[in-house]
């Protein structure tokens, strides 16, 4: 561990994917044992993920984190309350699932976090490890209001071409994947850590936090302990703070009980 960590931090902000989960997405029984001896000294856990509600109910139920914030941002919840949750109207929804059939075409794949459901316009051979519970809609007259929408692209452009059709809507390229991520402005990984900051009078410079892909580049920056993954891309270890083992490893783990 090169980073010298004169104070504990009081929160940990941890990425799931490609960070707290190896690559087969489970969590080994040591990296439990960690994050339970960091909640039973008064450090809090937080899980920071891109992905929806529905996809992580199994991991909340075995880490029993003290904070839970999904699609990236858009919702954020303490406990029992929810301190801060964000949207596309379903204007805005509707408007991003044209323009990306305009500007894809008509076999583009996308899929739609929700409050409480996934959408996925796939209709057989959902992914067992992301979305098997993913409902089937075509996108073509869709009535809910998004939280997230990923885009099966890996072309930037086109990308900003989707996002440029809603104010203030942001796309972040995925780097183990060619698909997209769209959200509202304010919904990023860098919010949630200034909004904890702010509703649990938490210093930044007290908070640490682990990822490895784009969408924790604003997170890993903002906060005082910033932790890129042995396996996270060149931009997040280039932003951390110091770097630790890769997830199959038990990286984040591995921190923790040095910190310990």
Known sequence: MKL??????????????????????????????????????????GFCTSRGNTSIHHLITQVQPDIVATNGGATIQYREKIIHHQGFSQEETQ?????????????????????????????????VMFHPQALEHDFKDFPHCALKICVQTDDKALAAAIAQVVPHCHAILFSDVPWHSFAPGNATKETVARTLSQELAIPLEHIMAFGDDFNDLGMISTVGYGIAMGNAISEIKAAAKDITCTNNEDGVARYLEKML
């Open 4 to 45: 010298t960590i004169s104070t504990p931090p009081r929160l940990v902000l941890i990425d799931l994917d490609g960070t707290l989960l190896k690559d087969d997405k489970t969590i080994s029984p040591y990296t439990l044992q960690v994050l339970k001896r960091c909640q039973q000294k008064g450090i809090l856990i």
């Open 95 to 127: 408007a991003l699932l044209n323009a990306a059939y305009q500007i894809i075409g008509p076999e583009c794949e996308i899929t739609v976090d929700t409050e409480n459901q996934l959408f996925w316009n796939r209709g057989d051979d959902k992914s």
